[in-house]
């Protein structure tokens, strides 16, 4: 059996979207012969996408050209994505962890203003 059949064979379980993801793990997959990173959390994740915004913000240069591009519209996307984030987790997070989003969310949204003013 491929292992996309046996991902979607694990599918229902009774839950509310009648899927649940629990129930299947890559842990350790995908990784080739390099080590797998370690798993993520949520300060990891928002960096992630700050990095992502901070990129189409022509901030930082692309890893294989070494060019630099502005891409207005794809940070305006990434920075609303950690907007939303931000308010769907709200009262949900640690001290560190709100920090961590707000400080982020404010940097980005001034450069993104520095940008486009």
Partial sequence: ???ED???SRGSTGTRSGVDPDSVSIMGLGCGDDPCPPPIDFNTFVASLSASAAFHLGLMPDPETNVTN???PMARQTID???MIREKTLGNLN???QHHIDV???DLKMRFLQ???
Avoid: C, F, S, W
């Fill in 104 to 106: 982020i969310l404010y």
């Fill in 81 to 83: 994505i950690l907007q």
């Fill in 1 to 3: 059996m491929a292992r």
């Fill in 70 to 72: 502005l891409n207005i």
């Fill in 95 to 97: 001290p560190d962890e």
């Fill in 6 to 8: 046996q991902v979607t």
């Fill in 115 to 117: 940008k486009v003013g």
